[in-house]
């Protein structure tokens, strides 16, 4: 056995450990209603929901090595989709939310033709102008509320499942969460899953034995903006209603907190990340209002010392070892 | 009509030079230490509030000015010795981290010594009211037209630095190939230390001076910092030239493609529509030249790089 994971094998989760996190993740809101902390199952749809977002992120940055500034953009064309179609009152969740996912992942495909053709620091700046171009449009166009946003009056609609109730949205996020990271999970075993993470380690020799390089970072990008889209639209759901605050980057670089807190490339690295950084958000901000000065203190000590994400950290003799 | 187009003009060619002063440092770390630095736009919050804070003390603009640029070029020398340092020899994920993580932690820091009241810095009583360019038809603001002087001045000073001093062939040299000029006998370390230093200078100047017409407060980092960074991407990376076309380049088209574009909607529908998407078509215009000229320029309009 190798001292260290190869980068193909390394971060997939053994079907027990996904099985036990899907449990807890059932149980968890019944725990909460039970022990009266109903402000706890709100708290986990959103730490869902930006597991979500994560994850989908990890999928471009953790697994194909793409430092995408803009995800923030897909998470508010879901968002706004969604709020957009609510706005004549109520509407049915199975046609809002895979309008939303597929008016993200239409808006990825886009952004990914041009931003793809670019690398390295210009990927990230180009990825972050065009994010910055959506904000500007929620911003202004009188039809998305301008800098106010657009509120919901209701979440969407599903027969026989009362998604007003919070423990019934839960239940919803998590079933939609719970199918995202089975697509990932089965993606990340595939052989695009592979293809993207050597294509990440070494794109000209990919390219040389005869990859589509291109369409395989494109399919990738494609489908992470449309599970950030997902988050988007949950997100929306949730809050009842969205504001250009979504769209700011702000919110891409949280994303990227969050998947390096976690580990990026690592098939956990968004959910563990997502909520690492809420229950950071959570506790410490209960005592501080300068929540913002911790966060940074950690983000840098993490970057000094654990540069690879708090999962690393277990690798680390091993690197030692070869050095 | 030509007058409004001609105060629209030399309010693109403000904006544009002020942009240049950010942009210029911005794109000497990029191009010299090779390091994405988001929080460069921290560094020109800082020097506003520092310009502020040293004007209510002594009551005299200029010195406070001078000190807050001198106190911002040493917060950026700290910086680069401690923290810049290591960044450069990490991958670029990890300097977004950080330089992301230095902004938080300087906004909540500004927060807490400054408080979260914007602070007033005002423009000096010599520099009241405008002057008139053209007889009883364009004036322009005194303290705006000094904004332009000091701007063309420094961006001589930079073009001087960089292509007649020794320093500025050594800093030519570190942006076109760091590890060659290194073995050639720069000695890199305290270039970069004084690049820093530099840049972080620069943006206390735009901070100073622009905190009269603007109020100094919190977010105003971050939202000049993204223009800036549009700047050097269309100009290319590690130029200077490239630094000073991109920004009177995209301070002309965020300023006089507001008022064109208002002025063009306002013919074709409702004035409160085009007074509303005037503004943003003119910013998103920025961030669609930048998309152009990544995709069929990638390497800028002037690269370092050869």
Redesign the interface.
Known sequence: MPSTPTPLTQGLPSAWSAIGVAVALAIYPLLMSVAGQDFYIGLGSRVLILALAASALNLV?GYGGM?S?GHAAFLGIGGYTVALLAQGGSAPAWLAMPLAVIAAAAGAALIGA?SL??R???F???T???A??FY??A????GLG?DDGLPMLARVELPGLSLGDDIGFYYFVLALAGLAFMLLYRLAASRFGRALVAIRENEQRMAAIGYPVYRLKLAAFTLSGGLAGLAGALLANLSLGVTPHLLT??QS?IL??MV?LGG?GYFWGGLTGAAIYMLLEESISTHTE?W??W??????F???VA?EGIMSLRRKPAKAERA | MLYLLLEQGLNGLQYGLMLFLLAAGLTLVFGIMDVINLAHGSLYMIGAFLAAAFYQHLENYLAALLLAILATALIGALLEQTLYRRLQKMSHLSQVLATFALILIANESVKIIFGAQPLMLPVPEMLYGPIELVEDELYYPRFRMLIIVVGVLVALGLYLLVNRTRIGMWMRAGASNPGMAAVMGVRIQPLFTFVFALGAGLCALAGALLGPLLAVNVGMGESILIPAFEVIVIGGIGSMRGALVGSLLVGMIDTVGRVLLTLLLKAVSDPATANSVGPTLASMAVSLLMVAVLYFRPQGLFPARG
């Open positions: 940055l430092i500034l041009v053709r670019t390295g620091v210009y990230i700046m180009i972050l102008a065009f910055q171009i500007y449009l911003v202004s166009l009188r301008g980057w702000h670089g990227i907190v390096i990026s300068h913002n000065l966060l940074g203190a950690l983000l840098l993490i970057v000094l540069p």
